[in-house]
Each structure stands twice: as C-alpha cells, then as structure tokens.
C-alpha cells in the first residue's frame, strides 16, 4: 500500500483534502463571526441559546482544523474580529434582524455545512479526516433537529406549498 499503509496521521494530504478543509475553515471563521453579530440581533432567550451553541461548535471544530492544517504545513485563513456584545434595543428595529429570520439563516447554514462535511468525507483518502469530518457531520445533525424542533415550537416555520395531491381523487 505504500504511503497509504499505516497511521493515516503520518499520510501526506492530497490536494483535495487541502483545499476543502482549508475552505471549511475559513467558512467555519465567518461563522462565527456572523453568529456573534446574529446574537447582538436576537431578542429570543431559546435564539440566544441556539446561536451560542453553534458558535461554540464552530469554534472547537476550528480548534481541530486548524490543528490539522498546522501539522501538515498548510497556511491558515484569516481570522475575522470577535464582534463586540451590543443590546438588541440599541439597535433600530428596521436594521435588525427578526428571530424568525436568523433562525432560518441559522438552519441554512447548518445545512450547508452538512453538505460541505460529506463532501469532505467523501473526498478524503485518510480515515482520520474523514472521522473527524463525520464527527462534525453528527454535530451539525443533532444540531439541527434541535434548532428544526425549537422552530416549530415557536411557529416559525414557513413550509414550502404542501402537496396533497392523491391519483384517487382524481
């Protein structure tokens, strides 16, 4: 098997797997900082929650990365600033985000983050990254059958137009 064989930690990186990690990364840095402006945003205490949880996941998983990318001599993408805590009052109701809004945003972006692991499992020739990728996929899972239940709690769910088309009643 020749460099493929033995701990996948001691395997050179292919091209691919730089380039999505490192894209992940950066991905996962914007994240955060558009979280903590989102929380700024937030009137919702279950909203609050929902955005300080996917802020610390962010956060570790960018830990990890940017551990791995180190080790294999990959250059790291910048890091946004922390943004600065401010009260959803002081910010003019026309200028704010609404709850529902960051909540959906919040669910689209843990969507494509899904999407974005897979495809990084699926192109990686190391087992570690790939478990590490499918750890951060079962996060984002879990995460978002939390978030998915606390918007339905709270109604705000907008489904797309529901199809109840049956052939026998036609």
């Not at 930690?9 to 955060?32: D, R």
């Not at 791995?68 to 009260?87: I, Q």
């Amino acid at each position: 098997m020749g460099i493929f064989s033995g701990n996948p930690k001691e395997q050179p990186l292919h091209y691919g797997e730089v380039f999505g990690i490192w894209s992940y990364l950066m991905t996962a840095k914007g994240t955060v900082a558009a979280n903590q402006t989102q929380y700024n945003h937030a009137g919702d205490e279950d909203l609050k929650k929902m955005l300080e949880e996917a802020i610390r996941c962010s956060q570790e998983e960018i830990k990890q990365i940017e551990a791995l990318l180190k080790v294999n001599g990959v250059g790291l993408p910048p890091t946004p600033p922390e943004r600065p805590h401010a009260h959803a009052e002081d910010i003019p109701v026309g200028a704010r985000f609404a709850d529902q809004e960051m909540a959906t945003m919040l669910g689209a972006q843990n969507s494509a983050g899904l999407v974005a692991c897979s495809t990084i499992m699926g192109e990686s020739i190391r087992e570690d990254i790939a478990m590490m990728f499918g750890q951060f996929h079962m996060q984002k899972a879990s995460f978002g059958g939390k978030l998915l239940r606390m918007m339905k709690e709270k109604g705000w769910i907008v489904p797309p137009p529901l199809h109840n088309y049956r052939l026998e009643d036609h």
